[in-house]
T-cell receptor, first 111, second 116 residues
């Protein structure tokens, strides 16, 4: 099975940098994905790490270390619109039809 | 706009009602999914269809019945639900198959279901 742990809530101010961690216990996965979900909205794909290391996409970066069973999403130059929930997710290596999600981290960005 | 639509957006039903949720994807994907999202819990995968064939039923009670008439449409038929079934039901699609490029899922906006 797969288990992904995230902090439930994080608060930061506009312009700051925030890191959202995801630690996992899995029996194997293809890569680590990150999704953003605003209140009342659909989860939308943000970033993907198939290999260890850092992936950068504009203000957002994501990191994976398989040896440490750990990944994180880094948000820079925070804006009010970044207030949302963020989920990490994996696709099961042994059953590629199955995706597993963390319980999500609610990010509150304050002025 | 993710290319995945869901109707209705909100649904209130009694425990004895029968209703259906509809999902449509305009992305040409081969795989479609139903998820249940409850407060403070991870998204729970319910069903997976690949090329219109059900390939995963994640121990979901029989009061939830999926249907996939073609690769663009997915339904979730509901009957004799319980109050604890109240949640946000999300539909998603992905290209399907194996491989790194197929890991991304595209979600619809969800149906907020309340069972009285």
């Amino acid at each position: 099975g797969q288990s992904l742990e995230q902090p439930s809530e994080v608060t930061a101010v506009e312009g700051a940098i925030v890191q959202i961690n995801c630690t996992y216990q899995t029996s194997g996965f293809y890569g680590l994905s990150w999704y953003q979900q605003h209140d009342g909205g659909a989860p939308t794909f943000l970033s993907y790490n198939g290999l260890d290391g850092l992936e950068e996409t504009g203000r957002f970066s994501s990191f994976l270390s398989r040896s440490d069973s750990y990944g994180y999403l880094l948000l820079q130059e925070l804006q009010m619109k970044d207030s949302a929930s963020y989920f990490c997710a994996v696709r099961d290596l042994n059953n590629f039809n199955k995706f597993y999600f963390g319980s999500g981290t609610k990010l509150n960005v304050k002025p | 706009e993710t290319g995945v639509t869901q109707t209705p957006r909100h649904l209130v039903m009694g425990m004895t009602n029968k209703k259906s949720l509809k999902c449509e994807q305009h992305l040409g994907h081969n795989a479609m999914y139903w998820y249940k999202q409850s407060a403070k819990k991870p998204l729970e995968l319910m069903f997976v269809y690949s090329l219109e064939e059900r390939v995963e039923n994640n121990s979901v009670p029989s009061r939830f019945s999926p249907e996939c008439p073609n690769s663009s449409h997915l339904f979730l038929h509901l009957h004799t639900l319980q109050p604890e079934d109240s949640a946000l039901y999300l539909c998603a699609s992905s290209p399907g198959g194996r491989g790194v490029s197929t890991d991304t899922q595209y979600f619809g906006p969800g149906t907020r279901l309340t069972v009285l």
